[in-house]
């Protein structure tokens, strides 16, 4: 009997130990109203996507990740482009927000824009999308809704031996149906006091092409047998050798981001 109360008391002494030893993390909503509050307490509607999710969803661009994560409609004016419409509104009528800064307002057009594809999804680390009217903290022109996208940060050295924290990645990636061509370098180099984190993504994406195999009865239906071009300092239609392929909606694009954190002590 003496042995079992031991036992006993020993059991609960570890099952109190293990209780306090745990850390209960609240979920935080950071820019709901520009502030930490909890999910729970905010009454919009709000989308989140984790690091962890736009790693894995392994996407071409921003606008494929807010279409498959966040339940944002995509309008496509070509392969690899993508404008984000939320309960019918787009263009100038919802707030376009990186890191704090926003890249769209009231000036823009009301219809489709493509500025989002700009936002490389390499380097995102937290994307949070607000559903309905947000001008009280963005701005009268979100009306339809917000899109804050939150870069990585630098991270900092924390091992007590370690005294340089270096990390390195690369991708490559490639989607036959838009022939698109992605390459990614990533590097995050941080010390005690400093760190900084680099981020290149090099994108191609190829002519919209519609199908070769046709039926008699559609005859030359869909297809582009001319296309302008710029020649002599003016517009020319030339002719499609490629009738099946839409010219002109091609493209290349390079994004660089660059960031340095410091927790030195702010100056008085």
């Known amino acids: 009997m003496k042995h079992e109360i031991l036992l006993f008391a020993l059991c609960f002494s570890l099952l109190e130990l293990n209780a306090q030893s745990r850390i209960h993390l609240d979920e935080k909503v950071i820019s709901a109203y ?16 984790q690091e962890k999710d736009i790693i894995n969803s392994q996407i071409s661009t ?21 404008s984000p419409i939320i309960r019918g509104f787009e263009g100038s009528r919802i707030s376009i927000i990186i890191d704090g800064v926003r890249m769209n307002h009231a000036i823009y057009r009301t219809d489709h824009i493509q500025n989002v594809i700009s936002i490389d999804n390499n380097m995102l680390e937290r994307v949070e999308i607000l559903e309905g009217p947000q001008s009280t903290i963005y701005g009268s022109d979100a009306l339809g809704g917000a899109m ?35 390459m990614n370098l990533f590097m995050n180099l941080g010390g ?13 994406f190829d002519h919209l092409r519609t199908g070769q ?54 100056l008085p």
């Open 34 to 49: 520009k502030s930490e509050d909890k999910r729970s307490e905010v009454a919009n509607s709000i989308e989140i996507i």
């Open 62 to 82: 921003t606008a494929d990740l807010l279409e498959k994560k966040g339940n944002v409609f995509i309008q496509r004016s070509q392969l690899g482009g993508g």
């Open 148 to 182: 804050v996208f939150n870069t990585r940060k630098p991270k900092f050295s924390t091992e007590p031996d370690e005294k340089l924290l270096l990390r390195v990645g690369a991708a490559l990636q490639y989607a036959s149906a838009a022939q698109n061509r992605k």
């Open 192 to 204: 005690r006091k400093i760190a900084s984190t680099t981020n290149f993504t090099l994108s191609e």
């Open 213 to 266: 195999n046709r039926a008699a009865r559609e005859g030359d239906w869909g297809l582009n047998k001319t296309y302008v071009a710029w020649k002599n300092n003016q517009d020319t239609i030339l002719e499609n050798e490629k009738p099946w392929v839409i010219q002109n909606a091609a493209f290349r694009q390079y994004d660089l981001m660059q960031k340095f954190l410091s927790n030195y002590p702010m």
